[in-house]
């Protein structure tokens, strides 16, 4: 299954949504316009918006998420490779590095996650 595409204010929503879920639509409203900025009808227009594309469920005015953070995070990841260093993963990360000092502890964690994944 694929990730439905999030744009950036949809993905801040889903941040709130994901660290209070489940929650009743008007308190979901309430954080938004406290952390966002944003009124009642953006939020609900946000929470239509996300149902009809398959990211939320609005039930009994109770919003779910259904799809994770992790799975965004991942879908906006592959995308980025994909249409940035031609789906190259490699060139992806060479070119983070070479951007960003990476620490001792960053690079072990790297290297145990390629090692991990590498035995799969």
């Known amino acids: 299954m694929s990730v439905p595409k ?7 929503f889903c ?11 008007a308190k979901l409203a309430a954080l938004c316009k406290e952390k966002l900025g944003w009124s009642r009808t953006t939020t609900y227009t946000v929470i239509k918006r996300l149902s009809d594309r398959g990211v ?4 009994s005015s109770t919003v779910t998420s259904l799809v994770s953070k992790d799975e965004v995070q991942a879908s ?3 995308e980025l490779v994909e249409k ?4 190259s993963l490699p060139s992806f990360i060479a070119a ?10 960053e690079i072990e964690q790297l290297r145990n996650m390629i090692d ?5």
């Open 6 to 12: 999030i744009f950036e204010s949809e993905y801040r």
């Open 15 to 25: 941040l709130i949504l994901w660290e209070n879920e489940p929650i009743a639509s």
């Open 56 to 59: 939320v469920r609005n039930e």
């Open 76 to 78: 906006e990841i592959d």
């Open 84 to 87: 940035t260093f031609e789906g």
């Open 96 to 105: 983070f590095a070479k951007h960003k000092k990476l620490s001792e502890n």
């Open 116 to 120: 991990s994944a590498g035995g799969e």
